[in-house]
């Protein structure tokens, strides 16, 4: 017949977990004191680096993005706040603050003719345009930054993807499944037909119709009823390089 434990047995057996316990708490400890070490070393060498290659930083888009990249990989976000070490020793606070305010005017310019759902691309062309004088080259890696942060001004201003592309929005319009279908169809032409969309999603007339009213009302799309085979062609000025490159010139 098998013995239990005695009490001293059972105290012995308590007195070694918590050794183990202390010890592995001792570990553990002492693990995050060397990460933390390690994460003042990284971020001291990181503010060594800003300020050597400031210029490149702020002038230099791939090398900008690389910075990020370094940045993100100790949790430094140097856009976290206009003020302290990164924005005096960079500026790199204002940079995208200014490129916000230029995101915000390109976006309310063009919303009468995109109804506020513009192409990241175009967005990009268009500032690439009003910044021709500036030393500063923009790319949409800048501009997905810079819209970010202007989810603060509540609804809008967002960047979503449909299909290939990716669409910037700065409206609180809602895009339910069938819009989201209806435009990625669109990105092969800029537009599409009734008789297309039945024909290519297998939906009822009446859900296409449904769904393509509801996107001229928002003011995403543009009906050209003027063709010879009679059929209505719906554009997307959002996904469409003609309309694009007419946008471009304004």
């Known amino acids: 017949m098998r013995r239990r434990p005695g009490i001293g047995g059972l105290q012995k057996a308590a007195a070694a977990r918590d050794q183990y316990r202390l010890l592995g708490e001792n570990v553990a400890k002492l693990r995050t004191d060397m990460m933390k070490e390690q994460l003042a070393t990284f971020k001291s060498q990181l503010e060594e680096f ?3 290659h400031k210029n490149d930083i702020r002038k ?7 910075f990020h990249e370094m940045c993100a990989k100790i949790g430094v976000d140097p856009l976290a706040s206009n003020k302290g070490f990164w924005a005096e020793l960079l500026g790199i606070g204002d940079f995208y603050y200014e490129l916000g305010v230029q995101i915000i005017e390109v976006c309310m310019l063009t919303r009468s003719h995109n109804g506020g759902l513009i192409s990241l691309q175009e967005l990009c062309n268009h500032l690439r345009q009003r910044r021709k ?3 500063e080259a923009v790319t949409e890696d800048d501009c997905l930054r810079a819209i970010s942060k202007l989810k603060v001004l509540g609804s809008g201003f967002e960047v979503i993807t449909i299909g290939k592309k990716k669409l910037v929005r700065s409206v609180p319009t809602e895009l339910n499944k ?7 169809l669109a990105q092969g032409q800029g537009f599409v037909t009734v008789e297309e969309v039945q024909r290519r999603l297998s939906w ?12 001229l009302e928002e003011g995403l799309a543009m009906i050209d ?9 719906y554009w997307f000025p959002c996904v469409s390089s003609i309309y694009s ?5 304004t």
């Open 225 to 233: 009823n003027g063709h010879k085979d009679g059929k209505c062609r």
């Open 245 to 249: 490159s007419i946008g471009s010139e």
């Open 178 to 184: 069938d819009h989201n279908q209806i435009l990625e």
């Open 204 to 215: 009822t007339s009446g859900r296409v119709t449904d769904a393509l009213e509801t996107l």
């Open 50 to 52: 800003a300020r050597k």
């Open 60 to 66: 230099n888009p791939a090398f900008r993005a690389q």
């Open 133 to 135: 004088k500036d030393r």
